[in-house]
């Protein structure tokens, strides 16, 4: 099946810093979701991406889909962004959603 | 206010018994999703339903089983219970499964197998 990494496993930040978290995927897809799972456990849906460019605020994502990779970018980081960052692909063809082991992000005050 | 409840929120589960896990939502979507989650694996698909009436098997479906008799429910049956079912397990639903659309998750159930 399709195999998702996503680096740096663990990242620890100033807050105001800015950081880029990774996902590669070894198959094509047409469904890539980032979530972030918060401290209370909460899993919320950050961007659906399959491809291109999109922008949330502070947030913001790319995903290449020829060359298998997403990246999430933090601008600005809060303590508020403190948590587990997944990246979800769907392979093209396919029907299941498979998650990435995550990046752990702390932001330190 | 819309989105998915499970329930319960935290169960402690002696070896051997069933449980039934409750998921449910009010969007109206048509896919819906079980999740287990492990320290250190991340999370991993169970079961899933693109639509009332059908169900599938994930990942990890050994053990569990699902129906899908409506549209706003889907429960996760555990047959007989054992410690390496201990995880935290979370109901997720989209519009239509596979590609075009994005996951709501519900809160969780945190199981714990004795």
């Known amino acids: 099946g399709i195999q998702v990494e996503q680096s740096p496993p663990d990242l620890i930040l100033q807050e105001g810093a800015n950081s880029t978290l990774r996902c590669n995927f070894s198959?094509?897809?047409?469904?890539l979701q980032w979530f972030h799972q918060n401290p209370w456990g909460q899993l919320i849906n950050l961007f659906y991406i399959p491809s291109g460019t999109k922008q949330n605020g502070r947030l913001s994502a790319t995903t290449v889909a020829t060359e298998r990779y997403s990246l999430l970018y933090i601008s600005s980081s809060q303590t508020t962004d403190s948590g587990v960052y997944f990246c979800?692909?769907?392979?093209?063809?396919?029907?299941?959603?498979?998650f990435g082991a995550g990046t752990r992000l702390f932001v330190k005050a | 206010i819309a989105g998915i409840t499970q329930a319960p929120t935290s169960q402690i589960l002696a070896a051997g018994r069933r449980m039934t896990l409750r998921c449910t939502q009010d969007m109206r979507h048509n896919a819906m999703y079980w999740y287990r989650q492990d320290l250190g694996l991340g999370l991993r698909l169970i079961h899933y339903?693109?639509?009332?009436?059908?169900?599938g098997k994930g990942e990890v479906p050994d053990g569990y089983s699902v129906s899908r008799a409506n549209t706003d429910d889907f429960p996760l049956t555990l047959a007989s219970a054992v410690p390496s079912q201990t995880s935290v397990y979370f109901c997720?639903?989209?519009?239509?499964?596979?590609?075009?659309?994005?996951?709501?998750f519900g809160s969780g159930t945190r199981l714990t197998v004795v």
């Open positions: 979800a692909v769907v392979n093209t063809g396919g029907f299941k959603t498979i």
């Open positions: 339903s693109n639509t009332a009436g059908t169900t």
């Open positions: 997720a639903s989209s519009v239509s499964g596979g590609a075009g659309y994005g996951y709501t």
């Open positions: 198959d094509s897809v047409n469904n």
